[in-house]
């Protein structure tokens, strides 16, 4: 087989054994001192959607673009539109208009995907003749249709909230109304659930607490499920690909000027605004209502989804729609502080790229959370600037008469609801995304070099997003050497790795020979014991890394996150943690924090990058897992850069796709939608390769990875009941 040697600073094996965790077989081998362990912050309590989540402004433009392009990934993945789905045709259906001073109102039902429907209603100007600039308005939770009833709306007159009885009980179609008055062409429409919109019910998309087991399995899996979870396919994914619909339905109507568009929505609609405007280029001018905040992101299922804040939070994915004018205010609620957490932070962002003048903030904070009377003043003034409406201010939102029942409902005896809806329609809504999904990561499968080239920014974008970090985004490792210890024909050595810029830390032993010469070799061998899974009960080392040292290899192995040092009793890291919230959905704990495994994918890339800063003259750097832990390496494989030239990989077998709970600690949102462990291996390519234990039959995603590039390197090994052996063989030809 062919080797490719190249200076290093470390030639690294990474063996992890499977089994569940046990004491130290031997005192000696512990770094830390007896009860304590690692500093390290993933030891804390998990963070929630009640957290703190500051916005640290980069240095420099060209630092914010990375960043954002990182974040905008981020948020595609998340939302399960990495890459985008087709845009199937909208068969859109306009009827039923009514005649208002100054405006017109009609209702409208299309198709976001085969047989999904969005419903809304759609004001327009009743003088001019267009193109019109427009604005698209998601509602936020209470629905388009939210009445603030006959005694709550003198209350909010008195107050200073509202001004008119009538319109004013209606807040969010107040705002449309106002806004075609100006001469604004204007889509609300309907969230899952609410109105018109129940296909999938409101209480599945907002209520949801407890997870159904007639909607697990491989297949026929409902939302909410782990199969959903480890697809992407969330309410909040829906949601956003029917925000983006909309907006394509609304740039499609010749009345409108496409290159004038602006969205705003309150509270959840904040939330679409921020996550719609942070992703799509063509709204100039956005109010994100209600969401913009530092503090609480969003309490309702509709609002978070794995992936989405792991690092970030609202104010920065706010910043995304930077230097495009955005306003906002803030309220007596979850937004009271932004004048001084989040707002200043926005206002050096703009005032970097410079455009100071196009972020605002006003604080209200004397009323309660809202999108009222006063703050849409705010946002007709804002809008009146920035689609260049050219009124007179101040603008003064009018009353109206208001529309029946009748008129407010989308379907009727001419439009009947779609029959489809409930359980059965979810599978099969559910169904028809992964196959639409499947068959548009095959197509991506390469057939050359140039096409890899391409499966890499896809796929192996995904999982750079899913596992939250590559090897250049390690930062420093700070090594400190606590012994060394002269064990006859070896040298033991304890250190603790330390990482400032995530708040990790790492217990290491490593052992180097000293009756052969060092081959340039280091062996980094980790085990599903942490690291007292290379020595014996008497502390010596394992056949195999006898064999290693034997041939003048170095090894180094650690204790992985939960691991030995790490865990304080056997079972404490047997499974995934969650957040305290008693409602049974993983995107209240995976919005916000990192899994089991991707946190041990974290600690390999650590060791890795170690050991490529060291300067002690590697050869070769060689990455191989075994058992469970062989997931772990074939992940991180992708994610090493240039600090492994070979990787060995035993795995059982296993798929993602098998797994039934998300608290098992093989959990990783996403990873089945981008080709589960095949897609890993298959990115490895172009380095040396072996797979061991796997079904017989290379799967299509490793063999045209490596067809695309060099065949020869790639071994492998169905079956094998004993992955050692075969790991050895490998290793030691030569």
């Excluded at 909607?215 to 939302?223: K, N, Q, T, Y």
């Excluded at 050497?481 to 708040?503: C, M, Q, S």
């Excluded at 946190?599 to 590697?618: F, P």
Aim: aromatic share 10%.
């Amino acid at each position: 087989m062919l080797r490719t040697v190249r200076t290093l600073l470390v030639a690294a094996l990474l063996v992890v054994l499977t089994g569940p965790l046990r004491a130290e077989s031997d005192s000696t081998l512990r770094v830390f001192p007896d009860g304590e362990r690692p500093t390290d912050h993933r030891v804390e309590p998990l963070k929630d959607l009640n957290g703190y989540f500051p916005f640290e402004v980069p240095e420099s433009p060209t630092a914010w673009d990375e960043r954002a392009e990182e974040l905008r990934r981020r948020v595609l993945v998340a939302n399960g539109l990495w890459p985008m789905p087709p845009r199937t045709p909208l068969n859109a259906v306009i009827h039923g208009k009514v005649e208002r001073d100054g405006f017109r109102v009609e209702r409208v039902y299309f198709e976001s995907q085969p047989g999904l429907y969005v419903t809304g209603m759609l004001f327009r100007p009743s003088e001019g003749e267009g193109p019109f600039p427009a604005v698209l308005s998601p509602h936020g939770h209470g629905g388009r249709l939210q009445d603030a009833g006959p005694e709550k709306i003198l209350q909010q007159i008195r107050n200073g909230e509202e001004k008119f009885e009538a319109s004013g009980r209606f807040p969010k179609l107040a705002r449309c109304a106002q806004l075609a008055r100006m001469g604004c062409v204007t889509f609300i429409y309907d969230m899952i659930g609410y109105a018109d919109n129940t296909q999938l019910s409101y209480d599945l998309a907002h209520r949801f607490a407890k997870q159904r087991p007639e909607m697990e399995g491989r297949e026929d899996w409902g939302l909410f499920s782990t199969q959903a979870e480890l697809r992407m396919q969330s309410i909040f994914g829906l949601q956003t690909w029917n925000s983006i619909r909309a907006l394509d339905f609304l740039c499609s109507l010749p009345d409108v000027d496409a290159s004038r568009v602006g969205v705003t929505g309150g509270s959840g609609g904040g939330t679409q605004t921020i996550i719609l405007c942070a992703i799509d280029p063509r709204p100039i001018v956005a109010f994100p209502q209600g969401m913009v905040s530092t503090a609480m992101q969003g309490g309702c299922t509709c609002e978070n989804c794995s992936l989405l804040r792991v690092g970030t939070g609202n104010v920065e994915l706010a910043a995304l729609f930077a230097p495009r004018p955005q306003a906002m205010t803030a309220a007596n609620d979850w937004t009271k502080e932004m004048m001084t957490k989040g707002y200043p932070e926005l206002q050096q962002l703009y005032r970097m790229l410079g455009h100071p003048e196009k972020v605002d903030c006003n604080p209200y904070l004397h009323f309660p959370h809202n999108y009222n009377y006063v703050t849409r003043a705010h946002m007709y003034d804002w809008f009146n600037e920035y689609l260049g409406l050219g009124i007179e201010a101040p603008i003064v939102e009018q009353d109206y008469a208001l529309l029946s029942p009748e008129e407010l409902a989308v379907w009727n005896d001419e439009h009947p609801a779609p029959e489809a809806r409930g359980d059965a329609f979810e599978r099969q809504l559910l169904e028809q995304m992964t196959e639409q999904s499947d068959a548009q990561i095959a197509a991506l499968l390469p057939e050359n070099a140039k096409e890899l080239d391409e499966y890499r920014v896809i796929i192996g974008g995904a999982f750079e997003t899913i596992f939250g970090r590559t090897i250049e985004g390690v930062g420093t490792v700070d090594r400190e050497n606590i012994a060394k210890v002269d064990r006859g024909d070896y040298w033991l050595f304890k250190d603790v790795l330390t990482v400032p810029e995530h708040g990790e830390q790492l217990p290491v032993v490593s052992v180097f020979p000293k009756s052969v010469d060092w081959s340039g070799r280091v062996v980094v061998w980790l085990t599903g014991d942490g690291k007292a899974g290379l020595f014996d009960d008497a502390g010596e080392p394992v056949d195999a890394v006898r064999t290693l040292l034997e041939r003048g290899d170095s090894v180094v192995t650690a204790d992985l996150f939960g691991q030995g040092e790490f865990a304080t009793s056997p079972d404490e890291f047997a499974q995934n943690r969650k957040v305290k919230n008693p409602r049974e959905y993983a995107g209240y704990t995976y919005t916000y924090n990192d899994p089991l495994f991707t946190q041990r994918v974290h600690d390999v890339l650590t060791l890795l990058k170690w050991i490529e800063a060291d300067d002690h003259g590697t050869k070769r750097v060689t990455l191989v897992g075994t058992g469970e832990a062989g997931l772990i390496a074939a992940a991180a494989a992708p994610l090493s850069g240039k600090a492994v030239d070979a990787v060995a990989i035993e795995t059982g077998g296993f798929r993602f796709a098998t797994l039934d709970s998300f608290r098992d600690r093989r959990f990783v949102p996403g990873v089945v939608k981008y080709g589960d462990l095949p897609a890993m291996l298959g990115l490895a390519a172009p380095r040396e390769l072996l797979v061991v234990g796997d079904q017989p039959g290379i799967p299509a995603a490793v063999e045209k990875c490596y067809s695309a590039t060099d065949r020869s390197q790639l071994t492998w090994v169905a079956g094998a009941s004993n992955a050692t052996t075969p790991i050895l063989e490998w290793l030691t030809q030569d």
